[in-house]
């Protein structure tokens, strides 16, 4: 609770320096009319919205896209305001400028009011909780939504073509409906600003640190063009230039959250994937350990159930063990190489089995190949060591190339590979399911009386 608290303060602190810089600058341009002016770059214009509709519409894919991840009410208007915004500056504005068209108030009006309309709707998204199940179906259907709402307010800006006034005006002369939609987009862009920044304080989430961010930069914006209003699409002011800042911290704080909660979702896939692992090998051990006990109370000879009950309990321990070291890697709070170097350390204790590790350190691996590897290693050691007889191994897990390369080597037994179908035992199935599991490929050699050599070639 004390570190929520000691961020939001950060964030407030920020966006108290955010405000009163804009402010400033808004000051500034208020007292000095000279500096307040439009400025005829029809070019400029062009590109400027475009990276609008740009910025939109990466924003409402990414927000797409953690709500199919999560099915939050919040990331659906995310997604719905911002592709009606980035759709409004590329059918009423783009579209026309490109065609060559001449500007008409309709379109114009319509692009004004679709933005509007779009941000009305992400000041919204604070404010609402739950989550969709139907998340495919709702992904379908805003689009559908989207397009039929700008639809609806292009017939009726067509059909109060009449009495919407030009856009084509002098400072000192903007028209009263123009002033106040500008001022109600102001207004929006406040509300947004109060709800992610309320948002942040409760659930201090960082994509709405972001978001209240961009929104107070859309709100200097939608203040500047209360003063100086756009005289025409072909005009700039310094409005446009703090709706593109807005953008470009709205698409890297969204970017940001998308690989944030990608990562969390990993370590929770994995944390959950070695509870799997501890149920289905630490509690067989456990159970082999209570009934050797229970035959040593019902009688039972001492000098037959005492080794296999020591033989359970060291495998039980040896199991518990590497269920911490895989937890711990899993969790980000130990590096990968130094859990599995602690646990071949733990493993060769006794002598029987030495093991040359070899870890390349650029390599990088992704969560849930950190626990498949862990767990091959595992079962192929234990394998060298149990079934094999083996009494050196060498495990190298390093770049070959352009690929990454697991590989480990024995000199056991080895077996007959055309009489045992490829290595079938259960252990070896286990290990090439692994390696699926993370899109590697799979493969063993083995001769009798020449050890056996696994690899694993690790998706790109």
Same mark, same amino acid.
């Given at each position: 609770?004390?570190?929520?608290?000691?961020?939001?303060?950060?964030?407030?602190?920020?966006?108290?320096?955010?405000?009163?810089?804009?402010?400033?600058?808004?000051?500034?341009?208020?007292?000095?009319?000279?500096?307040?002016?439009?400025?005829?770059?029809?070019?400029?214009?062009?590109?400027?919205?475009?990276?609008?509709?740009?910025?939109?519409?990466?924003?409402?894919?990414?927000?797409?896209?953690?709500?199919?991840?999560?099915?939050?009410?919040?990331?659906? @208007?995310?997604?719905?305001?911002?592709?009606?915004?980035?759709?409004?500056?590329?059918?009423?504005?783009?579209?026309?400028?490109?065609?060559?068209?001449?500007?008409?108030?309709?379109?114009?009006?319509?692009?004004?009011?679709?933005?509007?309309?779009?941000?009305?709707?992400?000041?919204?998204?604070?404010?609402?909780?739950?989550?969709?199940?139907?998340?495919?179906?709702?992904?379908?259907?805003?689009?559908?939504?989207?397009?039929?709402?700008?639809?609806?307010?292009?017939? $009726?800006?067509?059909?109060?073509?009449?009495?919407?006034?030009?856009?084509? $005006?002098?400072?000192?002369?903007?028209?009263?409906?123009?002033?106040?939609?500008?001022?109600?987009?102001?207004?929006?862009?406040?509300?947004?600003? $109060?709800?992610?920044?309320?948002?942040?304080?409760?659930?201090?989430?960082?994509?709405?640190?972001?978001?209240?961010?961009?929104?107070?930069?859309?709100?200097?914006?939608?203040?500047?063009?209360?003063?100086?209003?756009?005289?025409?699409?072909?005009? +700039?002011?310094?409005?446009?230039?703090?709706?593109?800042?807005?953008?470009?911290?709205?698409?890297?704080?969204?970017?940001?959250?998308?690989?944030?909660?990608?990562?969390?979702?990993?370590?929770?896939?994995?944390?959950?994937? +070695?509870?799997?692992? $501890?149920?289905?090998?630490?509690?067989?051990?456990?159970?082999?350990?209570?009934?050797?006990?229970?035959?040593?109370?019902?009688?039972?000879?001492?000098?037959?159930?005492?080794?296999?009950?020591?033989?359970?309990? @060291?495998?039980?321990?040896?199991?518990?063990?590497?269920?911490?070291?895989?937890?711990?890697?899993?969790?980000?709070?130990?590096?990968?190489?130094?859990?599995?170097?602690?646990?071949?350390?733990?493993?060769?204790?006794?002598?029987?089995?030495?093991?040359?590790?070899?870890?390349?350190?650029?390599?990088?691996?992704?969560?849930?190949?950190?626990?498949?590897?862990?767990?091959?290693?595992?079962?192929?050691?234990?394998?060298?060591?149990?079934?094999?007889?083996?009494?050196?191994?060498?495990?190298?897990?390093?770049?070959?190339?352009?690929?990454?390369?697991?590989?480990?080597?024995?000199?056991?037994?080895?077996?007959?590979?055309?009489?045992?179908?490829?290595?079938?035992?259960?252990?070896?199935?286990?290990?090439?399911?692994?390696?699926?599991?993370?899109?590697?490929?799979?493969?063993?050699?083995?001769?009798?009386?020449?050890?056996?050599?696994?690899?694993?070639?690790?998706?790109?």
């Amino acid at each position: 609770m004390r570190q929520e608290k000691d961020e939001f303060e950060g964030f407030l602190r920020d966006e108290i320096v955010l405000i009163l810089l804009l402010g400033a600058g808004l000051a500034l341009f208020l007292t000095k009319p000279g500096l307040r002016g439009t400025y005829d770059l029809p070019q400029l214009r062009l590109m400027l919205i475009t990276l609008y509709a740009v910025g939109g519409g990466l924003v409402a894919l990414l927000s797409a896209s953690r709500f199919n991840a999560e099915g939050r009410r919040f990331d659906l @208007l995310l997604y719905a305001g911002f592709l009606m915004t980035s759709l409004s500056w590329v059918v009423f504005s783009i579209a026309p400028q490109v065609a060559g068209f001449e500007e008409d108030r309709a379109e114009i009006w319509t692009e004004l009011t679709g933005v509007l309309a779009g941000w009305a709707v992400i000041a919204l998204a604070p404010y609402v909780r739950g989550r969709i199940e139907a998340r495919r179906r709702a992904l379908i259907e805003v689009p559908g939504g989207v397009v039929l709402t700008l639809a609806l307010l292009w017939a $009726i800006a067509g059909a109060a073509r009449g009495a919407l006034p030009e856009v084509h $005006i002098r400072h000192g002369q903007e028209p009263p409906l123009l002033t106040a939609t500008l001022a109600l987009l102001a207004l929006v862009d406040l509300a947004a600003v $109060i709800g992610f920044s309320n948002r942040f304080r409760t659930r201090n989430e960082d994509l709405d640190r972001w978001l209240a961010l961009g929104a107070t930069l859309m709100l200097f914006a939608a203040i500047h063009f209360v003063f100086t209003p756009p005289a025409a699409t072909t005009f +700039v002011s310094q409005g446009d230039f703090l709706r593109l800042l807005a953008y470009v911290v709205l698409v890297v704080g969204v970017w940001r959250a998308i690989r944030s909660s990608d990562l969390r979702r990993a370590v929770a896939e994995e944390r959950a994937r +070695v509870a799997r692992e $501890i149920h289905d090998g630490l509690a067989q051990y456990l159970f082999a350990v209570t009934t050797h006990v229970s035959m040593l109370e019902n009688g039972s000879d001492r000098e037959e159930t005492l080794p296999r009950l020591k033989e359970a309990a @060291l495998s039980a321990q040896q199991e518990a063990r590497f269920a911490v070291l895989a937890l711990s890697s899993a969790a980000g709070s130990a590096p990968f190489d130094a859990a599995l170097r602690r646990y071949v350390d733990f493993l060769t204790t006794d002598g029987e089995l030495d093991v040359e590790l070899e870890i390349d350190s650029s390599m990088t691996l992704a969560p849930d190949e950190q626990i498949e590897i862990f767990r091959i290693v595992q079962e192929s050691l234990a394998n060298a060591r149990k079934h094999a007889g083996a009494r050196s191994a060498r495990v190298t897990i390093a770049q070959r190339g352009t690929e990454r390369v697991v590989s480990i080597r024995d000199d056991g037994t080895g077996f007959d590979l055309r009489r045992n179908g490829n290595g079938a035992g259960q252990g070896l199935k286990n290990m090439r399911a692994r390696a699926t599991t993370i899109g590697g490929a799979f493969s063993l050699a083995s001769a009798p009386g020449h050890g056996t050599a696994l690899e694993v070639v690790l998706r790109a």
